[in-house]
């Protein structure tokens, strides 16, 4: 298999986590769990944690995707801006959900010490600015982040903005003293030797290709092994491939690319005073100082996979037009991944059938709600833990069902293979493509207004490379083929 997913470059592991085996033996465990990414080793943490006997199987390795090639930085909340998570779900659901987000966080912080992920880096704080200048519409969102949603939160004006990032692209600034940032790499490793520590076996080069989850003890098969397990949690974001296409086509996949550049020395300082992460109001540019005199810039986007390095002179310009008093900046790094983007912004987290769990479609914001996700689904398993059903509105029943009936209902129609769930399917992917359309365009003016070029696509994509999936009897018996 490939171990460069279709986004990333291959950027050195630490030798440690490249030396795990493929499964090649039958295994018999309590937890199953599809992908060794952010979400799946969250879940395997924390149900091995609590004692459950569990096998992670990855089909690459350990953070091969957008997992192994985020930014590190951890933020309360979700991809759906808080206005509308009130209005889909109500108010008091909303502060629930905004309260799991901000346990999501705190996992992180509790994870990612020196003590137990030396080298981790971890620093605080981050300023979210408004690319326009709309000061008044950010008061009433303090307020309700401060008072209603316990989120500590400051309101900085354009003054300070431009005081701390020497720019005039950026206007007011929300700062979250207590989000942070870390090694974002590191972090993924960190979990899985955490995981390791207790008790969890992941298994890399080991893809899933087929799932029955009909029974009580549910049978998954991979090339060289089958495995036996009470529950299986799918955590396998995008990739998860053909055996479970029709969960992955819930969302759109979206590459997103970072760099990040040789040492600027002292001009840096000059023009970026603050020192955590940086994210603009519109969610195109996210960056921050590493190294000390390093940037770390994520920006560009495409809908199709494409060679990270492409992007360079993209993010190169693209800092120029920011910081024209940098001058011209050499790129050191280029690295990326997919992450999924639901149509209605918010994860996928809960049961689909008895024993069938999923955790996935984190976006953009993966690090929080990935934790989140992760202690949910293991409490849940294992303690009976039900807050799960909080993100039932967003599961795969969004299309209108009502609100809390059960995902696994969507499933048997899946099963059936009706032509009434094609239709809802295309529904959804017709929304996500021109929700994406909207966020393309305002890429595009972005860049425009910038001066610089937009990445074009190119003339022949190469097709997404995913496990390879065998046909297996049973794969139907969950109605998820
Ligand atoms: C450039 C970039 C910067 C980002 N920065 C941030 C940030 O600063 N903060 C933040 O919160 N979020 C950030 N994100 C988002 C975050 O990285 C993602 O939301 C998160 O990593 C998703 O984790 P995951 O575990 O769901 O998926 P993945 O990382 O995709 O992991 C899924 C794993 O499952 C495996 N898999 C799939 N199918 C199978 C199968 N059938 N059998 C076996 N294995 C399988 C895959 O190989 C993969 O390793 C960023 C993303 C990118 C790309």
């Given at each position: 298999?490939?171990?460069?997913?279709?986004?990333?470059?291959?950027?050195?592991?630490?030798a440690?986590?490249?030396?795990?085996q493929?499964?090649?033996?039958?295994?018999?465990?309590?937890i199953?769990?599809?992908?060794?990414?952010?979400?799946g080793?969250?879940?395997?943490?924390?149900?091995?944690?609590?004692?459950?006997s569990?096998?992670?199987?990855?089909?690459r390795?350990?953070?091969?995707?957008?997992?192994?090639?985020?930014?590190?930085?951890?933020?309360p909340?979700?991809?759906?801006?808080?206005?509308?998570?009130?209005?889909?779900?109500?108010?008091?659901?909303a502060?629930?959900?905004?309260?799991?987000?901000?346990?999501?966080a705190?996992?992180?912080?509790a994870?990612?010490?020196?003590?137990l992920?030396?080298?981790?880096?971890?620093?605080?704080?981050?300023?979210?600015?408004?690319?326009?200048?709309?000061?008044?519409?950010?008061?009433?969102?303090?307020?309700?982040?401060?008072?209603?949603?316990e989120?500590?939160?400051e309101?900085?004006?354009?003054?300070?903005?431009?005081?701390?990032?020497?720019?005039?692209?950026?206007?007011?600034?929300?700062?979250?003293?207590?989000?942070?940032?870390?090694?974002?790499?590191?972090?993924?490793?960190?979990?899985a030797?955490?995981?390791?520590r207790a008790?969890?076996?992941?298994?890399?080069?080991?893809?899933?290709?087929?799932?029955?989850?009909?029974?009580?003890?549910?049978?998954?098969?991979?090339?060289?092994?089958?495995?036996?397990?009470?529950?299986?949690?799918?955590?396998?974001?995008?990739?998860?491939?053909?055996?479970?296409r029709?969960?992955?086509?819930?969302?759109?996949?979206?590459?997103?690319?970072?760099?990040?550049?040789?040492?600027?020395?002292?001009?840096?300082?000059?023009?970026?005073?603050?020192?955590?992460?940086?994210?603009?109001?519109?969610?195109?540019?996210?960056?921050?100082i590493?190294?000390?005199?390093?940037?770390?810039?994520?920006?560009p986007?495409?809908?199709?996979?494409?060679?990270?390095?492409?992007?360079?002179?993209?993010?190169?310009?693209?800092?120029?037009?920011?910081?024209?008093?940098?001058?011209?900046?050499?790129?050191?790094?280029?690295?990326?991944?997919?992450?999924?983007?639901?149509?209605?912004?918010?994860?996928?987290?809960?049961?689909?059938?008895?024993?069938?769990?999923?955790?996935?479609?984190?976006?953009?914001?993966?690090?929080?709600t990935?934790?989140?996700?992760?202690?949910?689904?293991a409490?849940?398993?294992?303690?009976?833990?039900e807050?799960?059903?909080?993100?039932?509105?967003f599961?795969?029943?969004?299309?209108?069902?009502?609100?809390?009936?059960?995902?696994?209902?969507?499933?048997?129609?899946?099963?059936?293979?009706s032509?009434?769930?094609?239709?809802?399917?295309?529904?959804?992917?017709?929304?996500?493509?021109?929700?994406?359309?909207?966020?393309?365009?305002r890429?595009?003016?972005a860049?425009?207004?910038?001066?610089?070029?937009?990445?074009?696509?190119?003339?022949?994509?190469?097709?997404?490379r995913?496990?390879?999936?065998a046909?297996d009897?049973?794969?139907?018996?969950?109605?998820?083929?």
């Amino acid at each position: 298999m490939s171990d460069t997913p279709p986004g990333a470059t291959t950027r050195s592991e630490p030798a440690a986590i490249r030396d795990r085996q493929r499964l090649s033996f039958d295994l018999d465990v309590d937890i199953c769990v599809v992908g060794a990414g952010l979400a799946g080793l969250t879940v395997a943490l924390e149900a091995a944690r609590m004692g459950a006997s569990v096998a992670v199987l990855e089909g690459r390795h350990v953070g091969w995707n957008a997992s192994g090639h985020q930014l590190g930085t951890v933020m309360p909340g979700y991809g759906l801006p808080i206005g509308e998570l009130i209005e889909r779900v109500g108010f008091e659901d909303a502060r629930e959900l905004w309260s799991l987000s901000r346990q999501g966080a705190a996992f992180v912080r509790a994870n990612a010490t020196e003590e137990l992920m030396p080298g981790i880096g971890l620093s605080e704080g981050a300023l979210e600015v408004s690319n326009v200048d709309v000061g008044d519409q950010l008061i009433s969102r303090l307020q309700m982040l401060g008072e209603d949603f316990e989120t500590e939160v400051e309101g900085w004006q354009v003054d300070r903005v431009r005081d701390q990032l020497k720019t005039g692209r950026y206007f007011h600034g929300m700062y979250y003293p207590k989000a942070f940032q870390i090694d974002g790499r590191h972090y993924v490793h960190g979990l899985a030797a955490l995981a390791h520590r207790a008790g969890a076996r992941i298994f890399e080069d080991t893809p899933v290709v087929s799932i029955d989850s009909s029974g009580v003890r549910k049978r998954i098969v991979t090339p060289s092994a089958r495995l036996r397990a009470s529950h299986i949690v799918l955590a396998g974001n995008i990739h998860l491939g053909a055996a479970l296409r029709r969960l992955s086509e819930t969302m759109l996949p979206v590459w997103r690319y970072a760099a990040v550049t040789a040492p600027l020395g002292e001009r840096l300082a000059e023009a970026i005073t603050f020192q955590g992460s940086v994210i603009d109001s519109d969610g195109v540019d996210h960056f921050r100082i590493v190294d000390g005199d390093r940037l770390m810039w994520a920006s560009p986007e495409t809908t199709w996979s494409a060679r990270p390095q492409r992007f360079a002179g993209t993010i190169a310009r693209r800092i120029r037009t920011i910081f024209p008093q940098l001058g011209k900046v050499e790129i050191a790094d280029v690295f990326g991944g997919a992450v999924g983007q639901t149509v209605h912004g918010m994860p996928q987290i809960g049961q689909l059938r008895k024993g069938l769990w999923v955790a996935s479609g984190f976006g953009r914001q993966g690090l929080n709600t990935s934790a989140m996700a992760g202690q949910l689904i293991a409490r849940s398993i294992l303690w009976g833990d039900e807050r799960w059903r909080l993100f039932s509105p967003f599961e795969l029943v969004w299309a209108g069902g009502p609100t809390g009936r059960v995902a696994g209902h969507i499933v048997g129609i899946w099963g059936r293979g009706s032509s009434a769930t094609a239709g809802v399917l295309a529904r959804y992917r017709e929304k996500a493509r021109a929700q994406e359309r909207i966020r393309e365009a305002r890429r595009l003016e972005a860049n425009r207004q910038g001066g610089t070029r937009s990445p074009s696509r190119p003339p022949r994509p190469r097709p997404e490379r995913a496990p390879p999936v065998a046909t297996d009897p049973g794969e139907g018996a969950n109605g998820l083929s």
